[in-house]
């Protein structure tokens, strides 16, 4: 048995043996971080058409969150006729990364970095508040604020640009 045939053979295991039994292309409508709504010309809206190739609750998984009135192509799978996942998009809202604890979010606001409850915007927000703190104890007593602090204010709010 080849490698290929082994990771197959152990997919169909886990989640049976999925196959998608129709390709439809339409434009995305109510989207959500999990489910859309595919209008297909002519034909009924597909609703609830899932995102990722799972719906169960995942602890690792990469979605893409298609635009609001993007092109998609959707497949519907053949184990349930109701059941549809967007396999492709034009146009991408949101990416959302999650392995474990770690999460990265990236959409036209920003990243979000996480891990647990600390984030990367946080970190380096409270190394530079604690930069501008610094003081230095001198002969004639303790220094005053460093001389730029306005530098590292500016830093912090071109920080807030490039994360959430």
Request: aromatic share 4%.
């Amino acid at each position: 048995m080849t490698l290929q045939e082994i990771i197959y053979q152990a997919i169909v295991k886990v989640i049976g043996d999925l196959s998608v039994d129709e390709l439809v292309t339409g434009t995305v409508a109510n989207v959500t971080d999990t489910k859309c709504t595919v209008k297909i010309e002519g034909r009924p809206d597909m609703l609830n058409v899932s995102l990722n190739a799972f719906d169960a609750q995942l602890d690792t998984f990469v979605t893409i969150v298609p635009k609001a009135g993007s092109l998609v192509v959707a497949g519907k799978l053949s184990k349930n006729a109701q059941q549809a996942v967007v396999l492709r998009c034009s146009e991408v809202d949101k990416l959302i990364l999650k392995i474990g604890t770690t999460e990265l979010i990236v959409d036209a606001g920003g990243w979000d970095i996480k891990r647990g409850n600390e984030s990367v915007k946080k970190i380096l927000h409270d190394i530079l508040l604690k930069i501008n703190q610094i003081t230095v104890t001198t002969s004639a007593g303790p220094s005053g604020t460093p001389i730029n602090a306005a530098d590292f204010t500016a830093i912090d709010n071109r920080l807030n640009d490039l994360f959430k």
